[in-house]
Protein backbone atom coordinates (compact mmCIF):
# COMPACT_ATOMS: atom_id res chain seq x y z
CA UNK A 1 0.00 0.00 0.00
CA UNK A 2 0.82 3.73 0.20
CA UNK A 3 0.88 7.45 1.71
CA UNK A 4 -2.45 9.10 2.52
CA UNK A 5 -2.45 10.90 -0.75
CA UNK A 6 -3.96 8.28 -2.48
CA UNK A 7 -7.98 7.73 -3.15
CA UNK A 8 -7.70 3.55 -1.96
CA UNK A 9 -9.03 3.08 1.56
CA UNK A 10 -6.51 0.61 2.34
CA UNK A 11 -7.85 -0.46 5.83
CA UNK A 12 -10.85 -1.93 4.13
CA UNK A 13 -8.82 -3.09 1.36
CA UNK A 14 -6.81 -5.21 3.98
CA UNK A 15 -9.22 -5.95 6.92
CA UNK A 16 -10.40 -8.98 4.84
CA UNK A 17 -8.40 -11.66 3.47
CA UNK A 18 -4.72 -11.36 1.51
CA UNK A 19 -5.45 -8.53 -1.33
CA UNK A 20 -2.10 -9.49 -2.96
CA UNK A 21 -1.82 -13.05 -1.46
CA UNK A 22 0.60 -14.32 1.11
CA UNK A 23 3.78 -15.23 -1.36
CA UNK A 24 6.27 -12.78 -2.05
CA UNK A 25 6.10 -10.73 -5.23
CA UNK A 26 8.41 -13.04 -7.79
CA UNK A 27 10.59 -9.75 -9.01
CA UNK A 28 11.52 -10.03 -5.17
CA UNK A 29 12.45 -13.34 -4.89
CA UNK A 30 14.80 -13.41 -8.01
CA UNK A 31 16.42 -10.10 -7.00
CA UNK A 32 16.92 -11.67 -3.53
CA UNK A 33 18.38 -14.99 -5.38
CA UNK A 34 20.42 -13.23 -8.01
CA UNK A 35 21.68 -10.13 -6.36
CA UNK A 36 21.98 -10.18 -2.97
CA UNK A 37 23.95 -12.95 -1.78
CA UNK A 38 26.83 -11.05 -1.55
CA UNK A 39 25.52 -9.18 1.04
CA UNK A 40 26.15 -12.07 3.04
CA UNK A 41 29.36 -12.61 2.24
CA UNK A 42 33.03 -10.82 3.68
CA UNK A 43 32.76 -9.44 0.72
CA UNK A 44 34.89 -6.48 1.76
CA UNK A 45 38.28 -6.34 2.72
CA UNK A 46 39.12 -7.32 6.46
CA UNK A 47 40.63 -4.51 7.18
CA UNK A 48 37.72 -2.51 6.33
CA UNK A 49 35.30 -4.86 8.42
CA UNK A 50 35.15 -2.40 11.34
CA UNK A 51 34.02 0.22 9.34
CA UNK A 52 31.22 -1.01 7.81
CA UNK A 53 30.32 -3.76 10.24
CA UNK A 54 29.78 -6.32 7.51
CA UNK A 55 30.61 -9.59 7.44
CA UNK A 56 29.07 -12.89 8.95
CA UNK A 57 28.19 -11.62 12.30
CA UNK A 58 26.48 -8.32 10.72
CA UNK A 59 22.65 -8.74 10.94
CA UNK A 60 21.14 -7.17 7.71
CA UNK A 61 18.72 -4.53 7.72
CA UNK A 62 15.96 -4.28 5.42
CA UNK A 63 13.24 -1.81 4.68
CA UNK A 64 10.30 -2.46 2.93
CA UNK A 65 8.23 0.56 1.73
CA UNK A 66 4.56 0.48 1.39
CA UNK A 67 4.47 -3.13 3.37
CA UNK A 68 0.92 -3.69 2.71
CA UNK A 69 0.04 -7.05 4.72
CA UNK A 70 3.74 -8.32 4.72
CA UNK A 71 4.36 -10.99 2.17
CA UNK A 72 7.64 -9.12 1.42
CA UNK A 73 8.79 -8.40 4.65
CA UNK A 74 7.74 -12.02 6.34
CA UNK A 75 9.97 -13.66 3.26
CA UNK A 76 13.24 -11.62 3.87
CA UNK A 77 12.38 -12.68 7.30
CA UNK A 78 12.67 -16.36 6.18
CA UNK A 79 15.59 -15.32 4.49
CA UNK A 80 17.62 -14.04 7.89
CA UNK A 81 17.23 -10.47 7.14
CA UNK A 82 15.49 -8.00 9.92
CA UNK A 83 12.90 -5.93 8.04
CA UNK A 84 11.37 -3.09 8.91
CA UNK A 85 8.17 -2.85 7.41
CA UNK A 86 6.04 0.71 6.99
CA UNK A 87 2.55 1.07 5.92
CA UNK A 88 0.23 3.49 6.14
CA UNK A 89 -2.53 1.18 6.82
CA UNK A 90 -3.17 -0.12 10.16
CA UNK A 91 -5.16 -2.99 9.30
CA UNK A 92 -2.27 -3.96 6.39
CA UNK A 93 -0.06 -3.39 9.88
CA UNK A 94 -1.82 -5.89 11.69
CA UNK A 95 -1.87 -8.91 9.23
CA UNK A 96 2.03 -8.22 8.84
CA UNK A 97 2.17 -9.15 12.28
CA UNK A 98 -0.11 -12.20 11.76
CA UNK A 99 1.18 -13.34 8.83
CA UNK A 100 5.25 -13.10 10.86
CA UNK A 101 3.79 -14.69 13.64
CA UNK A 102 2.42 -17.97 11.38
CA UNK A 103 5.69 -18.37 9.86
CA UNK A 104 7.89 -17.74 12.78
CA UNK A 105 9.96 -14.72 12.04
CA UNK A 106 7.85 -11.98 14.13
CA UNK A 107 10.88 -11.28 16.38
CA UNK A 108 12.58 -10.15 12.83
CA UNK A 109 9.94 -7.86 11.98
CA UNK A 110 9.53 -4.23 12.96
CA UNK A 111 6.31 -2.49 12.32
CA UNK A 112 6.31 1.09 11.36
CA UNK A 113 2.93 3.23 10.65
CA UNK A 114 4.10 5.96 9.26
CA UNK A 115 2.58 8.53 6.01
CA UNK A 116 5.37 7.84 3.24
CA UNK A 117 5.17 11.18 1.90
CA UNK A 118 6.60 12.36 5.39
CA UNK A 119 8.92 9.35 6.30
CA UNK A 120 12.26 9.52 6.93
CA UNK A 121 14.33 6.30 7.62
CA UNK A 122 17.39 6.11 9.33
CA UNK A 123 20.15 7.54 7.84
CA UNK A 124 23.29 4.68 6.67
CA UNK A 125 21.25 1.81 8.16
CA UNK A 126 19.89 -0.63 5.76
CA UNK A 127 21.53 -3.18 3.34
CA UNK A 128 18.64 -3.44 1.27
CA UNK A 129 15.51 -1.24 0.76
CA UNK A 130 12.74 -2.30 -0.77
CA UNK A 131 9.88 -0.68 -3.12
CA UNK A 132 7.28 -3.16 -4.57
CA UNK A 133 4.36 -1.32 -6.23
CA UNK A 134 4.57 1.71 -3.75
CA UNK A 135 2.01 4.27 -4.95
CA UNK A 136 3.39 7.70 -4.92
CA UNK A 137 2.68 11.49 -6.06
CA UNK A 138 5.78 12.30 -8.58
CA UNK A 139 7.07 15.00 -5.86
CA UNK A 140 6.62 12.77 -3.12
CA UNK A 141 8.39 9.32 -4.60
CA UNK A 142 11.02 11.89 -5.46
CA UNK A 143 11.86 12.74 -2.38
CA UNK A 144 11.16 9.67 -0.67
CA UNK A 145 13.51 8.54 -2.81
CA UNK A 146 16.38 10.74 -2.30
CA UNK A 147 16.00 10.10 1.80
CA UNK A 148 16.06 5.91 0.83
CA UNK A 149 19.48 6.83 -0.75
CA UNK A 150 20.84 8.03 1.92
CA UNK A 151 19.01 5.49 4.46
CA UNK A 152 21.53 3.04 2.29
CA UNK A 153 24.38 1.85 3.77
CA UNK A 154 27.65 1.97 1.50
CA UNK A 155 27.22 -1.49 -0.45
CA UNK A 156 23.48 -1.32 0.22
CA UNK A 157 20.72 -2.37 -2.73
CA UNK A 158 17.54 -0.81 -3.85
CA UNK A 159 15.27 -3.53 -5.16
CA UNK A 160 12.08 -1.54 -7.07
CA UNK A 161 8.80 -2.58 -9.01
CA UNK A 162 6.22 -0.70 -10.06
CA UNK A 163 3.57 0.11 -13.25
CA UNK A 164 5.20 1.54 -15.80
CA UNK A 165 3.35 4.89 -17.54
CA UNK A 166 2.70 2.14 -20.63
CA UNK A 167 0.24 0.38 -18.85
CA UNK A 168 -1.76 3.20 -19.92
CA UNK A 169 -1.43 1.22 -23.71
CA UNK A 170 -3.27 -1.83 -22.29
CA UNK A 171 -5.93 0.25 -20.41
CA UNK A 172 -6.59 1.89 -23.57
CA UNK A 173 -6.67 -0.90 -25.85
CA UNK A 174 -9.29 -2.79 -23.12
CA UNK A 175 -12.39 -2.61 -25.30
CA UNK A 176 -10.44 -5.39 -27.68
CA UNK A 177 -11.72 -8.95 -26.47
CA UNK A 178 -8.28 -10.71 -27.27
CA UNK A 179 -6.80 -8.00 -25.05
CA UNK A 180 -8.93 -8.97 -22.06
CA UNK A 181 -7.51 -11.48 -19.15
CA UNK A 182 -9.08 -14.68 -18.15
CA UNK A 183 -9.03 -13.36 -14.93
CA UNK A 184 -12.86 -12.61 -13.31
CA UNK A 185 -11.70 -10.57 -9.84
CA UNK A 186 -9.93 -7.98 -12.17
CA UNK A 187 -8.37 -6.81 -15.24
CA UNK A 188 -5.75 -5.21 -17.07
CA UNK A 189 -7.94 -2.04 -17.96
CA UNK A 190 -7.92 -1.03 -14.62
CA UNK A 191 -4.64 -2.65 -13.07
CA UNK A 192 -2.37 -0.45 -11.40
CA UNK A 193 -2.27 3.31 -10.02
CA UNK A 194 -3.39 6.79 -11.73
CA UNK A 195 -1.68 7.93 -14.38
CA UNK A 196 0.75 10.79 -12.53
CA UNK A 197 2.07 7.71 -10.20
CA UNK A 198 3.44 5.51 -13.21
CA UNK A 199 7.05 5.17 -13.25
CA UNK A 200 9.50 4.95 -16.21
CA UNK A 201 13.15 3.62 -15.94
CA UNK A 202 14.77 7.29 -16.58
CA UNK A 203 12.92 8.62 -13.68
CA UNK A 204 13.73 6.22 -11.63
CA UNK A 205 17.29 6.74 -12.83
CA UNK A 206 17.26 10.39 -12.16
CA UNK A 207 15.19 9.59 -8.70
CA UNK A 208 18.38 7.55 -7.84
CA UNK A 209 21.16 9.23 -9.12
CA UNK A 210 24.85 8.24 -7.84
CA UNK A 211 23.98 4.90 -7.29
CA UNK A 212 25.01 2.14 -9.61
CA UNK A 213 22.17 1.06 -11.71
CA UNK A 214 22.34 -3.04 -12.03
CA UNK A 215 19.01 -3.78 -13.29
CA UNK A 216 16.52 -1.56 -15.15
CA UNK A 217 13.53 -2.20 -17.95
CA UNK A 218 10.33 -2.40 -18.39
CA UNK A 219 8.54 -5.11 -19.28
CA UNK A 220 5.15 -6.83 -19.70
CA UNK A 221 4.29 -10.01 -17.55
CA UNK A 222 1.43 -11.71 -16.05
CA UNK A 223 0.53 -10.88 -12.74
CA UNK A 224 -1.08 -13.22 -10.50
CA UNK A 225 -1.09 -11.51 -6.69
CA UNK A 226 -4.04 -12.11 -4.71
CA UNK A 227 -7.74 -10.35 -5.82
CA UNK A 228 -5.77 -6.50 -6.46
CA UNK A 229 -3.17 -7.88 -9.10
CA UNK A 230 -4.70 -10.03 -11.47
CA UNK A 231 -3.70 -9.79 -15.26
CA UNK A 232 -0.95 -8.15 -17.87
CA UNK A 233 0.79 -5.37 -16.75
CA UNK A 234 3.72 -3.33 -18.18
CA UNK A 235 6.05 -2.88 -15.35
CA UNK A 236 9.18 -0.88 -14.16
CA UNK A 237 11.94 -3.36 -12.82
CA UNK A 238 14.97 -1.14 -10.94
CA UNK A 239 18.08 -2.64 -8.59
CA UNK A 240 20.80 -0.59 -7.99
CA UNK A 241 23.46 -0.48 -5.12
CA UNK A 242 25.26 2.39 -3.16
CA UNK A 243 28.58 2.60 -4.26
CA UNK A 244 31.71 2.05 -1.82
CA UNK A 245 34.28 4.39 -1.75
CA UNK A 246 36.67 6.57 0.25
CA UNK A 247 33.76 8.77 1.41
CA UNK A 248 31.36 6.50 2.04
CA UNK A 249 33.96 4.72 4.38
CA UNK A 250 34.97 7.81 6.28
CA UNK A 251 31.29 8.30 6.62
CA UNK A 252 30.25 5.17 8.32
CA UNK A 253 32.94 5.36 10.43
CA UNK A 254 32.31 8.65 11.67
Known amino acids: STAMATTIDWNRRYKKGWAYGKQPNEFLVYCVDNYCSYLHDDHLPSHDHHLLSYGHHHTLHTLSLGEGQGRNAVYLATKGYHCTAVDYSIAGLSKVK ?74 CNSSSSSSMTSFTSTSHWNLGPSTDCLVTCQQLTDDFEGLEIIHAEECTKMLNEGKYHRGKAILTEFVARKKINVNNLMYSSM
Do not use: M, W
Open 98 to 171: DLATARGVLDSITVEHEDLCQYYPTPNHYDLIISIFCILKPVDREALHRRCIAALRPGGLLILQCFSPRQEELR
